[in-house]
């Protein structure tokens, strides 16, 4: 019954008169397309099947897994088996009076079925990486890095599996043939093997996180994780322009990961005002009731005071001159006076440290370095903590009858 179907056409030619080699070609060709109008028929309903079926399963479940599928056409490259399906039986019954063609069309469908087979693979393990990177133990991983790495194996197979069916040897034979090339294979290979480690050490030292605040001046990077692959990082600057780094660069060069600083309980405010060296004094008696008026320091002035006179009094000190025993001084008092405004600034964590330090005096003047942390880690937030802890201490100096060292400008030139 398949015969007669299948030889119609060359038996219905034959009888019109026209050549046996003739009508044996032109019936190969009516069958081959009606063989590919079947076969584009089948994929044609077995899509709509699949897809729809898919479709309808990912609004019915709770997992967003088979979203992906759909996402990455995994029920579409899914409907072309069925055509191969349909099409590897009946090729050697169109084929049978024609071994040559029949030897050729074989490979290209074998060839095609192993592209096919690598397309899936790529779909699913795609459809893999996009649901992992939702799940929250697995968002920061550089999953990107392990599918590259699994695919590259997967294509090189597939090409081996061609090389095979074109050629008609053993796989074994082509693997022979790269391991005697394995030098030239290190070489070509030598970025994705030195990416694949350094992935496998980033993830396994968790040096850094998707996600992740990093700078690395030497390449211009300051900005967040956004993809960490097999060859490259991709890192979102804060101007929005990315910057890609080698991914073995991670593990071979400096870099800074700021992700110590936003999951602890604060962001460091670390700056200095410079002092004129000039303008540090010792503060007098008749001052004392002046600068006991702040609020910040009124307490410690009456305890401060009280010691003070005591070792003077205990140590019979000549205070005709302000300089013998002890005394308090203006920078002195300026210090404790930053210490009590920090301390109670709402936007310092007062369970990190807060320091005020009087560093080396320099030529610029004696440093005075705020050392504390802002509770709010975001940097526009960040910013303006500082900016107002400054403003107000910038103001106060004068105060204290201190000055800030500042370079002359061409106005102070021009005034003296």
């Given amino acids: ?59 019915k479940s709770k997992t967003h897994f088979d979203d992906y599928l759909v996402r990455n056409r995994t029920p579409r490259l899914l409907a072309h088996l069925v055509p191969l399906a349909v099409i590897i039986p009946i090729l050697p019954l169109v084929l049978k009076d024609f071994p040559k063609i029949a030897t050729v069309v074989d490979e290209i469908v074998a060839i095609y079925f192993v592209m096919l087979s690598l397309w899936i693979v790529r779909s699913v393990l795609r459809t893999i990486k996009d649901y992992m990177k939702t799940l929250e133990s697995f968002r920061d991983k550089p999953i990107d890095s392990y599918i590259q790495v699994f695919m590259i194996f997967a294509w090189m197979i597939g090409v081996l599996i061609i090389f095979s069916i074109i050629t008609g040897k053993s796989v074994w034979s082509f693997l022979g043939a790269f391991g005697a090339a394995s030098a030239i294979l290190l070489l ?119 010691d003070i006179d005591k070792h003077n009094q205990q140590n019979n000190i000549d205070k005709s001159l302000l300089i013998n025993g002890r005394n308090l001084t203006n920078l002195g008092l300026f210090r404790k006076y930053i210490d009590q405004y920090i301390g109670a600034h709402p936007a310092i964590n007062k369970d990190m440290m807060i320091m005020t330090r009087h560093l080396q005096p320099t030529t610029q003047g004696i440093p005075i370095e705020i050392y504390a942390f802002s509770r709010d880690k975001r940097w526009e937030n960040y910013e303006h903590i500082m900016a107002d802890i400054f403003d107000h201490l910038i103001a106060a100096v004068s105060f204290f009858d201190l000055d800030l060292f500042e370079l002359p400008s061409g106005k102070d030139f021009k005034n003296a």
Avoid at 39 to 44: R, S
Avoid at 47 to 56: A, D, H, P, Q, T
Avoid at 246 to 258: E, G, H, M, Q, V
């Fill in 188 to 306: 070509i290979f030598k970025d994705t093997i030195l990416g694949f480690v350094a992935s496998i050490q980033v993830s396994v030292n968790d040096i850094v996180r998707i996600g992740d605040w990093i700078t690395m001046e030497k390449y211009g990077a300051d900005g967040d994780v956004t993809e960490i692959n097999l060859v490259t990082v991709k890192v979102r600057n804060f101007d929005n322009t990315i910057t890609t780094i080698p991914t073995y660069y991670l593990i071979s060069d400096s870099f800074k990961n700021w992700r110590g600083m936003q999951v602890s309980g604060g962001r460091r405010i670390k700056r200095s005002l410079f002092i004129k060296v000039n303008s540090v004094r010792f503060v007098g008696q008749n001052e004392i009731e002046k600068f006991a008026k702040i609020q910040f320091l009124s307490e410690y002035m009456q305890h401060r005071q009280r």
């Fill in 1 to 59: 019954m398949i015969e007669k179907i299948l030889y119609w056409a060359n038996d219905l030619l034959v009888r019109q008169g026209v050549n046996s080699e003739m009508a044996g070609y032109a019936n190969l060709l009516i069958n081959l397309v009606a063989l590919a109008i079947i076969a584009k028929l089948f994929h044609f309903f077995t899509r709509k099947l699949i897809i729809g079926f898919f479709v309808r399963l990912a609004r």
